[in-house]
Structures are given as structure tokens and as C-alpha cells.
């Protein structure tokens, strides 16, 4: 499964690789932020596991600039796709049995040598923003908009404290 918001670079900005079909709607707060942010994208489903060959020939045949890693359980895929790169490489850990425990362990104990940034469990959306932080580094058009998105947040919060001190 692919979809993707083609950008003016030769591939994506972002690679996004989900462990399997039912990690979607993690995916899916991501591709909201990055449609919002008008960020190029493409996810796929390939599994640390159960198809290791998949993983591998998405991330060697890519020139993304950030990826994101979304997988649930023992969760090894981040891992891997860094494995096979010098850029970074963003994990979202998904809830499960043990209610994403076993994945945030699983992806935020990386030996040293091969780091990944873990994000909080299920948090697609930080992922996106972390990868969009990384991209508007050498954007000064994506630095603007996430500092309107963070304006936006603060004016969301203060209609909230508006409304309760109201009752
Ligand atoms: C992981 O195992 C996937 O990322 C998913 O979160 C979990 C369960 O996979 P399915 O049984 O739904 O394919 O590899």
C-alpha cells in the first residue's frame, strides 16, 4: 500500500513504513500533519519480521530525508530502518496487549551506536511534527508554518480556559 503528496524534490521528504495494515491509525495522524504542512509522503507496510527483505529494499532504493518508524508489540522495525541509514529515523511505538509498554521498550532501548527517536505510544501526529522540525531546518517556509501551527495551538488552549472560567 503506498500513498503519497508528491513534493518538488526527486522522492518524498518522508518515508513512513507501518509493521503492518492495523498500525493505519497511527499512520494517519501523521498524514494530517503532513498534508497540513504541505509535507511529501509516502507510506508503506513492511515488517521487521515477517518480510525483513521489504524493509530493506524500501529504505536502500530511498532518498527521504526523515523517516518514521510505526510498529506495535516487539517492535524492531525502527530499529532495522536505521540500520540502513545515516539520516533519522523516528519510531512510533503502538499500543497493544500490554498497552505499548512492550513497543516503547522495544524502541527506545536501542543499543548505542544506532539511534532512534522514540515518540510517545501511538503519538503519529509528534512524529510528523518532529520529522517537519527536522526539515525546517534547511526550510525557512516550514520553520514559518510550524511556528503559525504552534500559535494556533496556544489560541486553542486559551478558548478552552475561556470557556471554563466562563462555565
Ligand atoms: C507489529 O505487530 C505490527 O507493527 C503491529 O503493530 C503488530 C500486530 O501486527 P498484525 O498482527 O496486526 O499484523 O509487527
Redesign the pocket.
Known sequence: MAGSNSGSRAGPAVTII???L??REVGELAIKIFRELGISYIWRVA?A?RTPEKVEEIMENSDSKVFIGI???A?H?PGVMASHTIQPVIAVP?S?PMKGLDALLSTVQMPPGIPVATVGVDRGDNAALLAAEILALQDVGLAVKLKEYRKMMKVKVQAQDEKLRKG
Open positions: 507501518m509493521g503492518s492495523s498500525d515488517s519480521h510498529a506495535g508489540m517492535a522495525l503502538v497493544g
